[in-house]
């Protein structure tokens, strides 16, 4: 969601890009009756439970609905399921607890719920 920082791979310098990108040209492309977010959990660090953080995710997440305005559709976020076996460790679960809080508070607050 967040825009991706420069990285050097090969000796070469990599502009990062998000995944969000292209989200607003792509519904105003396709124009799809339901836009479904999902979310993976490989970023979660320990910043996924802090305040701060959570609000900035929110409001990335809020943004790029209200960009993709009508042409999205209805819009559903789907939550972060708990990770299995070897890639369950430390309290990953609570991080994944607070995302998909977060998540829910998103979603509510784009339907009004």
Same mark, same amino acid.
């Given at each position: 969601i967040f825009e991706a920082k420069s990285h050097i791979e090969g000796? @070469? =310098?990599?502009? !990062?890009?998000? *995944?969000?990108? #292209?989200?607003?040209?792509d519904v105003a492309s396709l124009r799809p009756d339901?836009?479904?977010?999902?979310?993976? !959990?490989? /970023? /979660?660090?320990?910043?996924v439970c802090d305040p701060a953080w959570l609000d900035s995710y929110e409001d990335r997440i809020l943004s790029l609905v209200r960009a993709m305005g009508p042409a999205a559709g209805r819009v559903l976020i789907a939550t972060v399921p708990y990770p299995m076996d070897r890639w369950r460790w !430390? &309290?990953?679960?609570? =991080?994944?607890? *607070? /995302? &998909?809080?977060?998540? =829910?508070? #998103?979603?509510? @607050?784009? #339907?009004?719920?």
């Open positions: 000796g @070469k =310098r990599v502009e !990062g890009t998000s *995944c969000s990108a #292209t989200w607003v040209e339901v836009t479904l977010i999902v979310q993976g !959990g490989a /970023f /979660f660090g320990e910043q !430390g &309290n990953l679960l609570d =991080r994944v607890d *607070c /995302f &998909n809080a977060m998540l =829910r508070r #998103t979603e509510q @607050k784009l #339907t009004g719920g």
